[in-house]
């Protein structure tokens, strides 16, 4: 067994203080159980080590630290603020490029639907996102359980429900190119197209629902040729009761 008492207190300080290894550690716990004398110096030094914290002056931190922390906290929320207010416009500007569908004629309203069907192209679930607040929230979809057995839906519609929807699909079979599916909005026995899209390999696919569904029975999706339909060749597939 070593010579602990030899250390002069070294080992005794360094036991106290934490710095031992855990071998040292558990060796000079044992010498300490038939020694006396390193007991004795263990209290002895007991007080020193206790006071340590107490002797060091505290010290006041630069006032430039607070500047440079407060500022690193300032511009984090003008980002934020900056980031927040950008979703904004381009949820206000993409609102006000949607043309109304509900008010005219046929050959306007085709025109329009058009336009939505290259918004759920171009934009997709990242485009439609623009039109979604963060809080949300989740409506379950009804599938056909015959067409599409393996399928589930959700629609995300914002608390604002002028602020449009998305669409999310999960195991739909994929379509061939001369395919596609189509949303709808059926509001009062009129429906009117909002996108179209095709789903990947997995099965899962989302869609914009930019219409205003204040006021909406539902939102469909049927299948349809590429490109989009006039008006729905059949039952839906998908269907999200609002």
């Known amino acids: 067994m070593a010579d602990w008492h030899a250390t002069d207190g070294g080992d005794a300080a360094a036991y106290l203080l934490g710095a031992l290894s855990d071998l040292e550690h558990q060796a ?19 007080p020193a080590v206790e006071a340590l914290p107490r002797s060091v002056a505290p010290v006041r931190p630069p006032a430039s ?5 407060m500022k690193e ?8 603020a900056a980031s927040r207010a950008s979703t904004r416009k381009q949820r206000s500007r993409l609102r006000d490029l949607l043309p109304s569908l509900t008010s005219r004629g046929p050959a306007v309203a085709w ?9 759920g192209l171009v934009f997709g679930a990242a485009g439609a996102g623009l039109l979604i607040d963060d809080d949300a929230r989740t409506v379950s979809a009804k599938v056909d359980s015959v067409r599409v057995p393996e399928a589930s839906g959700s629609l995300s519609v914002s608390n604002d429900q002028s602020e449009g929807a998305i669409l999310r699909v999960h195991g739909m079979p994929s379509l061939p190119a001369r395919e596609t599916y189509q949303v709808w909005v059926q509001r009062k026995g009129e429906v009117v197209s909002q996108s179209i899209f095709n789903v990947g390999n997995n099965g899962d696919g989302a869609a914009a629902v930019p219409d205003d569904l204040e006021g909406a029975d539902a939102v ?10 006039r008006a729905p060749s059949g039952r839906p597939m998908v269907s999200v009761e609002l």
């Open 28 to 46: 000079f716990e044992t010498h300490l159980a038939g020694c006396t004398a390193c007991r004795e110096e263990l209290e002895h030094l007991r």
């Open 65 to 69: 630290l607070k500047r440079a922390v």
């Open 73 to 80: 906290v300032e511009e984090e929320a003008e980002q934020e």
């Open 111 to 119: 025109v329009s639907a058009s336009f939505l069907l290259l918004v």
């Open 220 to 229: 469909l999706v049927t299948r349809e040729p590429a490109g989009g339909a």
